[in-house]
């Protein structure tokens, strides 16, 4: 849903309605697994999403027109789920070894994308892709897919699902210091407090309470 999103609608578009991701997963914690909406959370999610949708939205104007709405939507459905997944996982891990998760969620997803992706793996013309288009597969597989979902995992076993979810406000820092780092970007004021806000968002949502630090300890 999400790289058919993104093919139907722009960069700017799906990094933005990304950003409910957290949202989501706090509305579907309190529905799902009771976990409690504090107004320390709420604000952290709020603020952190102001500032990832500023450093977002410096790249460019943001359009949500007719032409973009299905891929919109797609994305918003990724979105949806990934948020799901996270409320969901969070019992069976508990229970279960990240790893073993890892092996059915990637398992059923094999099943699943076989259908809709045979026909076109079947296009690729292998022996013409360059050598570094192979490493950059590599990367995605490896590091952004099964490292990501590993650790995030592994996180799931010690935190909430909000707390894991508010991270993803972290990417549009990253990219932009990356960017800033190769120099295609530049350092400014609305970053550096933007940045701020997705820190202090982040912050809110990860600390403990006093009261849950005393719970734990009793």
């Known amino acids: 849903f999400f790289f058919e999103g993104l093919n139907l609608t722009t960069p700017i578009n799906a990094a933005i309605v990304m950003t409910i991701n957290p949202i989501l997963v706090i509305l579907l914690s309190f529905i799902i697994i009771g976990e409690v909406i504090t107004l320390r959370k709420s604000i952290g999610i709020f603020l952190g999403l102001f500032g990832a949708a500023t450093l977002i939205l410096k790249g460019g104007g943001i359009d949500f027109s007719s032409s973009n709405q299905t891929g919109n939507l797609l994305v918003f459905i990724n979105a949806s789920s990934y948020?799901?997944?996270?409320?969901?996982?969070?019992?069976?891990?508990?229970?279960?070894?990240?790893?073993?998760?890892?092996?059915?969620?990637?398992?059923?997803?094999?099943?699943?994308?076989?259908?809709?992706?045979?026909?076109?793996?079947?296009?690729?013309?292998?022996?013409?892709?360059?050598?570094?288009?192979?490493?950059?597969?590599?990367?995605?597989?490896?590091c952004t897919t099964y490292i990501a979902y590993l650790l995030n995992s592994s996180a799931l076993k010690r935190l909430s699902p909000t707390t894991v979810s508010i991270y993803i406000y972290l990417q549009p820092i990253l990219?932009?210091?990356?960017?800033?780092?190769?120099?295609?970007?530049?350092?400014?004021?609305?970053?550096?407090?933007?940045?701020?806000?997705?820190?202090?968002?982040?912050?809110?949502?990860?600390v403990r309470s006093l009261n849950e630090k005393k719970a734990k300890l009793s």
Request: charged share 10%; proline share 4%.
């Open 83 to 142: 948020g799901l997944y996270l409320v969901l996982v969070k019992p069976l891990l508990q229970k279960y070894h990240p790893i073993t998760i890892l092996f059915y969620v990637f398992g059923f997803g094999l099943l699943y994308v076989i259908p809709f992706g045979f026909s076109s793996l079947s296009d690729v013309k292998w022996a013409i892709i360059p050598n570094h288009i192979y490493l950059e597969i590599a990367f995605v597989v490896v």
């Open 175 to 206: 990219a932009s210091l990356f960017a800033i780092f190769w120099g295609v970007d530049s350092i400014d004021n609305q970053k550096v407090m933007a940045a701020l806000l997705i820190f202090l968002g982040v912050y809110l949502v990860s």
